[in-house]
């Protein structure tokens, strides 16, 4: 079993819908989480952490995490052209230091 | 502009060579990072390190090796380079303790031919 999984896609959504994109990791006892957006040709950029059960919002990104069920999503409301790129879950698992494990990420295609 | 930076962006180079890619931070962070993202776009942690500890992931070969002249650089120097060192190498940063969000440099795209 992967570390951390990701749906490879592509995940195609309408401009405007709800994207959601899904991550679950192995490692129970890992404490922090993110989402990084990656353009094709470009490095990965941060855009969310969370470390608590329940919600984060930060504008159109809204962060998930379950522990319990060793689940973390992130939510694009009104989804623009602009946000079609490869989203990248990167997971700090216990005892690793300050090393992330990513998933292999997921492609978003949002179409006008 | 406060950044990651590296230096080159493109290296071409024949097997067997050495060559290195510099890295250099000015976020005032005190931990870096090398990753590599290979052609399916994996991304994968290389090294870490602060100054006070390095952690190498067991699966990179002992042919890579981080070199840091101080808090601001990290350097990765590769010896006898192969094909499958063909990738691209990202550099990071972040302020070591629970939040550790990392910043990316723009990456060097390697190719040995």
């Known amino acids: 079993q992967k570390e951390v999984e990701q749906n490879s896609g592509p995940l195609s959504v309408p401009e405007g819908a709800i994207a959601s994109l899904n991550c679950t990791y192995s490692?129970?006892?890992?404490?922090?989480f993110f989402w990084y957006r990656q353009y094709s040709g470009k490095s990965p950029e941060l855009i969310m952490s969370?470390?608590?059960?329940g919600d984060k919002e930060d504008g159109r990104f809204t962060a998930q995490l379950n522990k319990a069920s060793q689940y973390v999503s992130l939510l694009i409301r009104d989804s623009q052209p602009s946000d079609s790129a490869t989203y990248l879950c990167?997971?700090?698992?216990?005892?690793?230091?300050?090393?992330?494990?990513f998933g292999g990420g997921t492609r978003l295609m949002v179409k006008p | 502009d406060t950044a990651v930076s590296q230096t080159p962006k493109y290296l071409v180079t024949q097997m067997g060579n050495d060559k290195s890619i510099k890295c250099e931070q000015n976020?005032?962070?005190?931990?870096m990072y090398w990753y590599k993202q290979d052609s399916k776009k994996f991304l994968k942690i290389m090294f870490s390190?602060?100054?006070?500890?390095?952690?190498i992931n067991e699966t990179v070969p002992n042919r890579f090796s981080p070199k840091s002249p101080d808090k601001a650089h990290l350097n990765l120097h590769i010896n006898s380079l192969e094909l499958g060192d063909s990738a691209v190498y990202f550099c990071?940063?972040?302020?070591?303790?629970?939040?550790?969000?990392?910043?990316f440099g723009p990456g060097t795209r390697l190719t040995v031919l």
């Open positions: 490692d129970r006892v890992s404490q922090s």
């Open positions: 969370i470390y608590s059960n």
């Open positions: 990167a997971v700090n698992p216990y005892n690793a230091g300050n090393m992330l494990t």
């Open positions: 976020l005032g962070h005190d931990t």
């Open positions: 390190y602060n100054n006070k500890e390095l952690i």
């Open positions: 990071a940063s972040s302020r070591s303790g629970t939040i550790n969000e990392q910043f």
